[in-house]
């Protein structure tokens, strides 16, 4: 249902709500604590211009928010967050719901900007991210390979680029051990029609899905860096920069790097297509993710009115017009650009990619798929036993978290 309701209007905003500028200044000293990715740097920035506004932008965000927010007074009064990190401050109780302050300052908004958990706004979107490919297209046409739609297809094109030598490595991918290295797995795991848990919470992927998952992982580090497992977003962005890499599964919030005059060398030569699919028949193998503000519960009336009053100036028509390719944005204004294809194609797919679950059970089966898959890419387990590993290491912490019994 999240997903219906943030696609139903992802790309049909362009004109339609008034400019949203900073129309006072910003009396309330408001921090905000987010990624550090292009997108939130452009929001962190028009926020700026109110004044008493400061942003950390750091990628451990998801690591230092808890805690942030439940201090008294919190840290930041202001957090970025996913459809991913949202859960463990919903959980917690640590922000506030936004109904209030929606009704009164934010006829601006969009409705499927509005993200309603238990009947409650809780955040405010301002945009959709997926995992797509991104490829060279002088390459794969100096070699005559069609851009591949499965993952079967990838690792063929690979294994022709490897041979003609004409970049370091013929794939990136962000499979840095942790976070990265979870997600990677349940986008394939998702392709080959896998569940991670049932309806108990129990966790079900010691199965031909997660078998298939792990060796298909394992296929695709054949073609990459051997520091793989060290391999995160920014490390994928820069060896597409600096020519190293020809194709990868990567965030659509990151495509616009390629062509960034004076930090990229491959500018005009890098286009987009729909995620792979692991079966043919089956969904593009990523899942996918809203980005957007929350607000801290510890704090004053007056300053959640500040903090909300700069979402509503951060995510501005202006912001987006000076910033159109750094995301696939939820906000009036935005025209899809050449390297959004990749993301509205994967958006677009029947059968549909998987939302990614706002759950504690995911976020419980997130650090387990992250703390043991490279034990099989390495070697140092076969498939069952990192399976078995993985579930064992759920079932642990979901008895803990009170998930099962």
């Known amino acids: 249902m999240l997903r219906k309701m943030l696609l139903a209007g992802a790309f049909a905003l362009t004109g339609v709500a008034a400019s949203a500028e900073c129309s006072e200044q910003n009396d309330t000293p408001i921090s905000l604590l987010a990624a550090g990715f292009e997108a ?12 008493n506004f400061s942003a950390e932008l750091d990628q451990e965000f998801r690591t230092k928010q808890p805690a942030a927010f439940a201090a008294n007074p919190p840290l930041y009064q202001l957090g970025g967050v996913s459809n991913g ?11 506030r719901p936004l109904d209030d302050l929606v009704a009164k300052y934010g ?6 900007q509005l993200i309603r958990i238990d009947g409650k706004i809780m955040a405010i979107a301002m945009m959709v991210n997926t995992q797509h490919l991104q490829y060279r297209a002088d390459i ?5 390979i069609a851009v591949p739609t499965t993952w079967d297809e990838v690792l063929a094109a690979a294994e022709k680029i490897k041979e003609a030598g004409v970049v370091d490595y013929p794939l990136g991918a962000t499979m840095k051990s942790g976070w990265d290295l979870g997600e990677d797995f349940i986008n394939m795991f998702y392709g080959y029609g896998g569940q991670l848990v049932d309806e108990n919470n129990m966790p079900t992927v010691d199965n031909e899905a997660g078998i298939k998952a792990l060796e298909t992982m394992k296929a695709i580090t054949a073609y990459l860096d051997p520091e793989y497992l060290v391999s995160d977003s920014t490390y994928v962005q820069q060896q597409f920069q600096q020519g190293k890499i020809a194709m990868a599964n990567f965030w659509a919030s990151r495509a616009g790097a390629a062509d960034v005059e004076g930090e990229s060398q491959v500018v005009g030569l890098v286009e987009t297509a729909a995620a792979p699919r692991a079966v043919p028949d089956g969904p593009p193998a990523t899942t996918i993710w809203w980005d957007g503000l929350v607000i801290a519960r510890n704090i004053s009336d007056a300053q959640a009115e500040a903090a909300f009053k700069l979402i509503v100036a951060g995510l501005s028509p202006e912001m987006v017009k000076a910033n159109n390719g750094a995301a696939i944005w939820l906000i ?68 803990e978290a009170g998930l099962i019994r």
């Open 332 to 399: 009036p204004g935005y025209e899809p650009t050449r390297l959004a294809k990749g993301a509205i194609d994967t958006l677009n797919a029947q059968p549909p990619a998987a939302a990614y679950p706002s759950t504690t059970a995911m976020g419980l089966m997130h650090t387990a798929l992250g703390n043991n898959v490279s034990d099989f890419l390495t070697g140092a387990r076969d498939a069952r036993a990192t399976l078995a590993g993985i579930e064992a290491d759920y079932t642990t912490s979901a008895k």
């Open 40 to 51: 939130w740097k452009a929001v962190a920035d028009e926020m700026a211009e109110c004044g």
């Open 140 to 144: 794969l046409k100096d070699l005559g």
């Open 107 to 112: 006829q601006d908004l969009s409705p499927n």
């Open 85 to 95: 990190t949202i859960t463990p401050l919903v959980n917690e109780g640590t922000i």
